[in-house]
């Protein structure tokens, strides 16, 4: 088989540590067995209108000087388009330019944050690789089973998503919407075992499918708030979810979540409760950093 690749570093945006970005991986069940990770490395694969192909990091740097060496890999032939796509995912998906400058300022005179900045320093969001992967996984583990939703997922990836060999391990990628969208109900049904999942994931893949991620990414928090709520068993909650993980829009904390408060109340007391709207609300911008910095914490 020839393979098709390219290499280059990337450069974070101080301070970055990358070893808590793998640590939260390991951690983070919902995408567990879609990578490959060691102490310093992370692979995994994208698709590219269709291309599937693997990127590999690796840290060089130092937390206040970060670098990471990058490596893509393809059975097929590596455009520049392609290239920008998946560096520019792989950014997106790490949030290597997240600026927490601001954000740690804030935390330094929160007496009971401050011991979370301390232990996570550096730690920029590992989001989900796509907002339309988060989305569903939001339908996908509705009054399901933990388990039983990473199984329908890894059905859909075996199903509709396309993969790279490199070193004996197949990396499979997650479909793009359009890989998803043409299906019919009644094909994907059988897949699911599950009508109304079915007629959810048809229906958010079509939607994704005639969306910009520009527009996702960048407009108004409320009106991408909105759409992601017009879609077919996007809840509240859901779309929340997808705002902060799988969109890194950190302008609004998750207050009723009841996880969220549960971590809260580990480093700010059992009263947080009450308060926990007044707290996430003196972080501005970055409440959705405090949230996530919470559940990760704890």
Not at 92 to 99: A, I, K, V
Not at 240 to 257: H, Q, S, T, Y
């Amino acid at each position: 088989m020839t393979y098709f690749s390219s290499q280059g570093t990337l450069h974070p945006t101080p301070p970055f540590d990358f070893h808590k970005s793998l640590y939260f991986l390991k951690l983070f069940s919902q995408t567990k067995t879609d990578q490959v990770l060691t102490d310093r490395s992370l692979m995994k694969a994208i698709s590219i209108d269709g291309q599937p192909i693997v990127f590999c990091v690796k840290a060089t740097g130092k937390v206040g000087k970060p670098e990471l060496e990058y490596f893509l890999i393809s059975e097929q032939a590596i455009s520049e388009q392609a290239k920008f796509a998946v560096l520019d995912r792989t950014s997106f998906f790490l949030s290597l330019y997240d600026n927490l400058e601001s954000f740690y300022r804030i935390g330094a005179s929160d007496l009971n944050f401050n011991p979370v900045i301390q232990k996570l320093y550096g730690y920029h969001q590992v989001k989900f690789l796509t907002p339309f992967e988060n989305a569903c996984w939001t339908i996908l583990c509705q009054q399901t089973p933990f388990s039983v939703a990473k199984d329908l997922k890894q059905k859909l990836m075996l199903e509709f998503g396309s993969f790279v060999t490199v070193r004996g391990a197949e990396l499979r990628a997650y479909p793009e919407p359009f890989q998803i969208a043409y299906e019919t109900v009644s094909q994907l049904s059988k897949l699911l075992e599950d009508d109304y999942k079915a007629e959810c994931i048809n229906y958010i893949a079509r939607a994704f499918d005639r969306i910009e991620e520009e527009f996702l990414r960048n407009a108004p928090y409320e009106e991408v708030s909105n759409w992601l709520m017009s879609l077919k068993g996007v809840s509240e909650w859901a779309a929340n979810f997808i705002m902060l993980r799988g969109l890194g829009r950190m302008e609004k904390a998750p207050v009723v979540d009841k996880r969220l408060i549960a971590s809260a109340a580990k480093f700010y007391g059992d009263n947080i409760f009450h308060g926990i709207s007044n707290v996430a609300n003196q972080y501005g911008k970055w409440q959705g950093y405090w949230a996530h910095y919470l559940r990760v914490a704890a």
